[in-house]
Every structure is written in structure tokens, then in C-alpha cells.
């Protein structure tokens, strides 16, 4: 009997898992229809291997489900299929254990080789969108941060309140300054992780807005305004609204980076002096356009920093991003500490 795709998948899923612990990455190649498409996958694989032994760190064990959400049959020889992804790595560095998890919606298209073998006619790939694509903004909309004089920090303009639930995570401060609980903002990116708060909107592009709640759950003061491109924002509601740099990377880069409020952060020149709840910015092409953030939840055996992130949902990422599809030699990092 012919195997089927999901035969073939549930084969990739378990060879995977073996890969993640003895580093054999060969045995995934008859996985892929065409050398270069295996090509593309071993060197993310190889990436990963390297931040690894770099580290010092030694995979224990791992597990990866895929479960099928969506199945579009292009003929009978060919289909693509959208899985909901999780991925659970145990490993040990200097003695210690860690557990870095992840869950995705992967889509992989897969048909039958010459052999009538079910392979994958693509690399495993995950792209981040450019910051100037999301939630249908125009690169010309995204400018500088402008200080915003507030009277009443953290209060919603008359008329637009905030949804019961935002309401009660905020805390009276006085003055202009907030003072940030940062073990407040990880409890929090530790809920949600891998999930959705639903006193916010969700995107598909959800990391900007994940780290915003984290530090807004750790007591950082909304500064609102009628306009988009100032402030730091959101309103719900049934017509919720928020600021650029609640939402879009590359403006809460751009209001981290002027050291302004509301976080007044100072920028770091490498990652081991941050602390939690400090934030990690990536600019994966190198060209300016700052695509992803982070928010760090933990520090390693070597005081490096773990990351919770949405997306490509994420819990206790090491901090380097090298096992990304996204990653480039090319790639810029921007680490913030957080000063409110």
C-alpha cells in the first residue's frame, strides 16, 4: 500500500525530533523534492545546531505534533496543508535544565517524487512581514516619535474607554513617570504566550501588540493622542484602535530608540546587559526596516537572555534568532532597557 501524506508527515515529525537531539540532520533529506529546497532547509538546521554548541547546550529530548487544520487538494499528486505546529525542546547547559517551546501555523506543500514518496516540494519557511505592511499602514505613515505633554498619563480620551478587562491592569501612578514592574510584565508574557488576551485585538502579525501588553501589564502608562502616529496607544471597544507603536515593529523600535516616554529606555550594546522585561528589536534583512520584537523573560546559565514572543509563538527562545527562517547574516538587533 502507498503511503499516504500524513503518513509521510507524521515519518518528517519523528525524524525531527531524533535530529533535535543527536544533530543527524541527513536523514531529513529524502523529506524534500529538490536539493535545493533540502539545501535551504539544512542550513537553518545547521544555524541552529551552531547557537547550540556555542551555548554549550545539550538537547535532552524533543517533541513536535503537527495537527492538520486545512487540506487543499491541487490533484492527486500534489496538495497543501496548513498545520497548527508545537515544538517542545529539553535541553542542558552547564548543568542546568531549560525548555524552550514554540507553536506556529506552518503552511507546506507536499506531493508524490518519481518514487510516489510524499516529500515536501518547499523549505519549511516562516517569514515575518515588513513592519510598513502591517495592519494596512504605508511606510510614509510611520515617522519619529513626537513627546506627547499629557495632563491626566494613562487615561482614555472621553469617550473611548478601554475594555473592563485593560482597565484593571492599569495602576495609578503619580506624576509623568511610570514605575514598570518587571516581574509583572513577564508573569504576564508567560500567560500569553501562546495564547490571546481577548480585551485585545489579535493579528496575524501579533508580535508588536504581544510586547506592548507585557509592558503595559507591567505598568508602563498608555500616552494616547488622536493620532496614529503619536503616542503609545490603544483603545477598545467595538471600534478599537491603537497607536503605530503599539502594533507595527518598526515604530515601537523607532519611540524605544529616542529614550522618550513612556519607557525612557536606554539602549544596550549587547544582550547579556539586559534584564527582564527589557525588550530585543530585529531589523532580520539589515536594511533599516525593523520587523520583530521580543521581551525577555529569563536569562541562561551564561546571562544571556530567553524570549516570549508572538507570531511565531514563542517561550524561552534564546535571544539570537539564528533557527529562523528569517535570519540573515545580515541581521540588526536593538536592545532596550526599559527605565520607567
Known sequence: MNQSWKDALRAYLDEMNKTHV???VERLAPYFLTSTDWMVEKQRWQ????QLAKRQAR???ALT???PQQVVYHSERELEVALSLWHRLEYRQK??????????LQTVTMRRDDNDHWVFQQPWDWFFEQGAQQHDIQPQDVKEPEQLELSQPGKAD???PLPQEVEAMQRPRPGHRSRYNRQQAVAYAEQYWNSYNPAFRHFDVDCTNFVSQCLYAGGIEMMFSGSRSKGWWYRGGRNANWSFSWAVAHSLYLLLASGKAPFYAERKSSADQLSVGDVICYDFNGDGKWQHNTIVVAKDADNMPLVNAHTTNSRMRYWEYRDSSAYTPRIQYGFFHIRA
Open 59 to 61: 538537547p535532552v529530548k
Open 22 to 24: 543527536d544533530g543527524q
Open 158 to 160: 472621553e469617550g473611548t
Open 47 to 50: 544555524r541552529s545546531q551552531e
Open 65 to 67: 505534533k503537527a495537527v
Open 95 to 104: 548543568g542546568q535544565p531549560y525548555r524552550q517551546e514554540y507553536h506556529r
